[in-house]
């Protein structure tokens, strides 16, 4: 990640009609994208030339977001302004993807290289055994352990792990409807990462109770530079100094 | 109503996203402001459908009208099915959600004879009543089309009406139809009388079938007046001004052709006795360079696809193929759009073409010398010589490609273990040729793939009179086969042979099979074109409780005389030239291609117009 990266990030959601388009898929739906847009960004080279385009943390299949973030290479120079780039995208991209924010950057950090934290809405079909005000005080001493145990399969088979390092931060809301909503703050990227989903399952085992996922939605990405916390549109992100 | 899709369901089935629609260049209307509302189905996975160029073509033409709603259904996968069925969710459509079963025409399209049990599963979980003349007021009319449907008699129980050959323009007319007929108020019965008056169409409802005591068929009778004695296919005549959609449905999730399909030409030009294309698509027709390129470009603008593939039976007889590659080339590589040619034969002209398209990957070329003698090869009539081939290969080799694929039928009329010998000797010697180009150098190992495909004796060809070879015996060559492939550079792989068998009674089935294909299905066969869903047992169950002799489909030689299911139907070509081609089979006798000198095969007579055939 020595070369400096010369280019437009870009702040966008993945909403209902897309969920289940993965990861993979994104990508190529993004290039495609481009080319509707005549927009030209830099290819590498070789047999199969692949569009100079780096993308934050995947988002699971069937998970919703109003921060996702991709950083789009123009080499030497750009023939576009991040204004003109969100504006010519959003007129091609399928309902459900929209460009939210696009800057100019020059860093040697590219997203996904520096992804730190993600922040996660996890929506929990209500459960009528249990009351708002209980589901609350239960995480509360969920959160509250000294260590928070949880079994993590990988490709080595099962292992506990205490995932206490990688919280955050966990707080209960509400939606409105009487589902419960959890709110996280969990590491992300490539040092620590820790899924909604694992969090959950701790959860689901400490409480003893069923506990249904009736959907997770992103709502934030944070980077990590020189060992700071910062918001990926942040100047501080997206220049070197 | 559309129906709730819970995205409990959707998170653990395989590959949600073939089942939300949504993708861009849908076409998405306000259900009221239609007055026919049109289910285009495909009975095979999304990614296969969504792959087929037809539907695309006439997907886009149908929603051109203002008076329609045409959208997408596919078969839902078996996952996917089990989760509707114990949800009660119904099949629906991918653009409203809708259930098929409120739709007004549900259309099929028959590509594939191992696809019809996703037909009657289809049509069950749309809760449409499974056979014609079950279904009643309220209910949809079922059409089909496509390549199946020339002999459409294995299941003319379970639709109601057929349109035969391109149908670009006869689609309107039944479209038209269907709203004169509502106007009227007529019942199901008037409007399949009144449909049966549009050419191409086919109401096999309408006919009566009478049987000879040895099950051979003694007439096909129309039971009224004004119902056609025989149908004859459409064809559009002028592609350059046939319609052509500028946009194509780009999926959120891989399809099997994931790319701009741009179709070139219609029919092919080569007579290649056991293809049943090159017989039911003639004429050859083209499109010009321009109307090509400016498609190319249009379908680039609203897609953003990165490759266009050029589409026809044999590109390699594209009359303008270097004039259009180089502008394609040319308009499409500042785009980083690379152009793909499929079906293309091989040839240093080909070879200098591919590298100029960017076709620089040198991973695998095909090769289908179809038989392994030249005595077989003239009887299939494959204009192909072993010089040809060599000299081919020869120059694959060259151009730095190391492995090539050899395409085979085993099982074809007139073969002996002499030709099975052949198509070991024609792989050996290929590598050979590899040993040869490339001595002295370090080069990396051969590989040879040979694969092998039983023969299926198909309508409207030469040999539909012909018998197929037996399960045992085709097992038996493949095993013969396979011990004299063990080289270390070969690769052998061929076609399961009851699933062959299983095609060939459909072929060439009557509408006989329609009781065993509804109990096949019944058993729980669906996907049977999927060798992992393949069901043997449960088909020989389902034959045997039916009556059906399978055999008396597959393996039996037919008299030319002998009144066939599908004569009901003219494909433009005449029963005397398949004849004629049949017996120039036995003697190994050679046919031109059109482009050579004209055989009358009869297809002229289309449209009345002998300049219908550029040639």
């Not at chain 1, 939210?100 to 992804?115: E, F, Q």
């Not at chain 1, 079994?151 to 995932?163: F, H, P, S």
Request: proline fraction near 5%.
């Amino acid at each position: 990640m020595s070369v400096l990266i010369n280019g437009i990030r870009i702040k966008f959601t993945k909403e209902e009609p897309v969920k289940f388009m993965s990861h993979l898929d994104t990508l190529k739906m993004f290039e495609r994208a481009l080319r509707r847009a005549s927009i030209h960004i830099t290819h590498s080279q070789g047999f199969n030339p692949h569009a100079h385009m780096v993308f934050g943390l995947p988002l699971q299949v069937g998970v919703t977001s109003e921060a996702e973030y991709a950083d789009f290479e123009f080499g030497e120079r750009a023939q576009i302004t991040p204004e003109e780039f969100l504006k010519n995208m959003n007129r091609v991209l399928p309902s459900g993807v929209r460009i939210i924010g696009a800057a100019a950057m020059s860093t040697r950090s590219n997203i996904m290289s520096c992804v730190a934290m993600a922040s996660v809405n996890v929506t929990i079909r209500p459960d009528a055994s249990c009351s708002a005000e209980d589901f609350h005080s239960r995480v509360l001493d969920f959160t509250l352990q000294k260590e928070i145990s949880v079994e993590r399969t990988t490709k080595n088979g099962t292992k506990t792990v205490n995932i206490k390092p990688m919280i955050n931060s966990i707080e209960c809301g509400d939606t409105g409807n009487g589902e419960f909503l959890l709110k996280m703050k969990l590491d992300a990227g490539s040092v620590s990462n820790l899924k909604p989903d694992a969090v959950i399952d701790g959860v689901r085992s400490f409480t003893g109770r069923l506990i249904e996922i009736e959907r997770i939605h992103r709502t934030a990405l944070l980077v990590r530079k020189a060992d700071r916390i910062l918001d990926p549109m942040s100047d501080e992100a997206l220049f070197d100094n | 109503m559309p129906v709730k899709l819970d995205d409990k369901i959707l998170i653990k089935v395989e590959k949600p996203a073939r089942y939300t629609g949504g993708e861009l260049n849908s076409v998405i209307k306000k259900p009221e402001d239609v007055t026919i509302r049109f289910a285009f189905c495909f009975p095979d996975s999304y990614e296969v459908g969504m792959s087929h160029l037809g539907m695309k073509i006439l997907y886009h033409m149908m929603n051109e009208r203002a008076d329609t709603w045409c959208e997408r259904v596919f078969a839902p996968w078996i996952d996917m099915e089990a989760a509707m069925r114990e949800n009660g969710i119904p099949l629906y459509a991918l653009e409203s959600r809708d259930p098929v079963g409120g739709f007004d025409l549900v259309g099929f399209t028959l590509q594939y004879e191992m696809s019809y049990t996703n037909v009657v599963n289809m049509l069950d979980l749309a809760g449409v009543p499974i056979l014609s003349a079950a279904r009643g007021h309220g209910d949809p009319f079922v059409l089909g089309g496509g390549p199946c449907a020339y002999n459409p008699e294995p299941v003319a129980d379970i639709f109601d009406f057929f349109v035969l050959g391109e149908g670009e323009e006869a689609t309107g007319e039944v479209l038209d139809t269907y709203t004169v007929w509502r106007k009227s108020g007529g019942d199901r019965a008037d409007f399949l009388r009144a449909v049966s008056t549009i050419p191409g169409v086919y109401v096999p409802s309408l006919y009566d079938i009478e049987y000879n005591d040895d099950r051979t068929i003694k007439a096909i009778k129309p039971k009224y007046d004004g119902v056609p004695a025989k149908i004859t296919k459409r064809i559009v005549r002028d592609l350059d001004r046939a319609y052509f959609p500028d946009k194509m449905i780009v999926p959120f999730t891989a399809i099997v052709h994931d790319r701009i399909m741009l179709e070139v030409f219609r029919g092919c030009p080569h007579g290649c006795r056991f293809c049943q294309a090159g017989f039911v698509y003639r004429p050859m027709r083209e499109k010009s360079p321009e109307r090509l390129l400016e498609s190319a470009e249009k379908l680039v603008d609203s897609t953003g696809y990165d490759e266009i593939s050029l589409v026809s039976l044999s590109i390699s007889d594209y009359s303008e193929l270097g004039d259009l590659t180089e502008r394609l080339t040319e308009k499409m590589s500042p785009r980083m759009v690379g152009i793909s040619l499929p079906s293309l034969r091989v040839d240093s002209f080909s070879l200098e073409l591919m590298e100029k398209a960017g076709q620089v990957r040198k991973s695998g070329l095909t090769f289908a010398p179809e038989a392994g003698t030249q005595r077989l090869r003239d009887v299939v009539n494959k204009g192909v010589t072993e010089d040809n081939l060599y000299e081919s290969v020869k120059t694959a080799f060259s151009g730095g490609w190391n492995s090539v694929k050899l395409y085979f039928m085993i099982g074809l009329p007139t073969e002996t273990y002499e030709d099975l010998d052949g198509i070991a000797e024609l792989a050996a010697r290929v590598i050979g040729i590899y040993r040869r180009v490339n001595e002295g150098r370090r080069a990396k190992p051969p590989t040879v793939t040979v694969s092998v495909a039983g023969f299926v004796p198909k309508p409207f060809t030469p040999f539909q009179w012909e018998p197929m070879d037996s399960i045992e015996s085709l097992k038996e060559k493949q095993r013969y086969l396979k011990q004299k492939l063990t080289g270390k550079n070969f690769k052998y792989n061929y076609h399961d042979a009851e699933l062959s068998a299983l095609e060939a009674v459909f072929a060439r089935g009557d509408r006989r099979l329609c009781a065993a294909l509804v109990q096949a299905w019944q058993k729980g066969c669906k996907f049977d074109g999927w060798t992992e869903h393949f069901k043997k047992d449960k088909w020989d169950e389902a034959f045997a409780e039916t009556g059906i002799d399978p055999e008396f489909y597959a393996n039996r030689k037919r008299e030319y005389g002998e009144i066939l299911p599908w004569s009901v139907i003219d494909i433009g070509v005449t029963v005397k030239f398949l004849e004629m081609e049949s017996r120039k089979a036995q003697e190994a006798l050679l046919t031109p291609d059109c482009r050579r000198d004209c055989s009358g095969c009869g297809v002229t007579a289309l449209k009345g117009d002998a300049k219908i055939c550029r040639f």
